[in-house]
């Protein structure tokens, strides 16, 4: 099956700074790549998400890169702010198969006043 | 985004009683739900796909006389948990899929679980 590691576990990002969390995903099948953002006991909420048909995505502050070949991919938020602090999870599934999503263990990510 | 609501948002039940947990997509149709469990500060762990109008397929390990998914209508899925214990405390969240090789999953907020 599918195994996704992410990393790093927790991130501290000054203000205004920009924040990179990284994941690698195993099963090449994976053609669907989700990143969502958790606050504290609340669900996961999508933040953006990117198809192995694309390399790059961008909304706004936030920006997913995928390389197929290496099988990893990458959240980036640039002018980071207060409100961005939260656990963020990556995950990857694909969509001729189960469509289950298989999710990375997360990261914590504070930003700094 | 689409809307998935939970409820209740919190629950304390005494062990042994069984709890039902709702999971709503309010503004689409979903033809396919899943229910996660998540422990403190973990990720989390995919419990069972429910499809509507049949059988919910269960993930390893996940015992499906104990949690019971039924999913009645393509905006209504339930998770009962049946004879609680207090191993069984934890956060369920719901999600919704808005349709068949879309890959777009929506969560719910979560219900808080604590068996005493």
Redesign the interface.
């Known amino acids: 099956g599918e195994n996704v590691e992410q990393h790093p576990s927790t991130l501290s990002v000054q203000e205004g700074d920009s924040a990179v969390i990284k994941c690698t995903y195993s099963d090449s099948a994976s053609n669907?790549f989700?990143w969502?953002k958790q606050e504290l006991?609340?669900?996961?909420?999508?933040i953006i998400?990117i198809?192995s048909n694309v390399g790059e995505k961008k909304d706004q502050r936030i920006a997913v890169t995928l390389n197929k070949t290496a099988k990893h991919f990458s959240l980036h938020i640039t002018e980071t702010q207060p409100e961005d602090s939260a656990v963020y999870?990556c995950a990857a599934?694909n969509?001729?198969g189960?469509?289950?999503?298989t999710?990375?263990?997360?990261t914590r990510l504070t930003i700094i006043p | 985004?689409a809307v998935?609501s939970?409820h209740p948002s919190r629950v304390i039940c005494k062990s042994g009683t069984s709890v039902k947990i709702e999971c709503r997509s309010l503004d689409f149709q979903a033809t396919?739900m899943?229910w996660y469990r998540q422990f403190p500060?973990?990720?989390?762990m995919?419990m069972a796909?429910s499809n509507e109008g049949s059988k919910a397929t269960y993930e390893q390990g996940v015992e499906k006389d104990k949690f019971l998914i039924n999913h009645a209508s393509l905006t209504l899925s339930t998770l009962t948990v049946t004879s609680a214990h207090p191993e069984d405390s934890s956060f369920y969240?719901c999600?919704a899929?808005v349709g068949?090789?879309?890959?777009?999953?929506?969560?719910?907020?979560?219900t808080?679980l604590t068996v005493l």
């Open positions: 669907y989700p969502y006991g609340k669900g996961p909420q999508l998400d198809r999870f599934s969509l001729f189960n469509e289950k999503l999710f990375g263990t997360g | 985004g998935v939970q396919t899943f500060k973990k990720s989390l995919l796909t969240i999600s899929r068949r090789g879309q890959g777009t999953q929506y969560f719910g907020p979560g808080r």
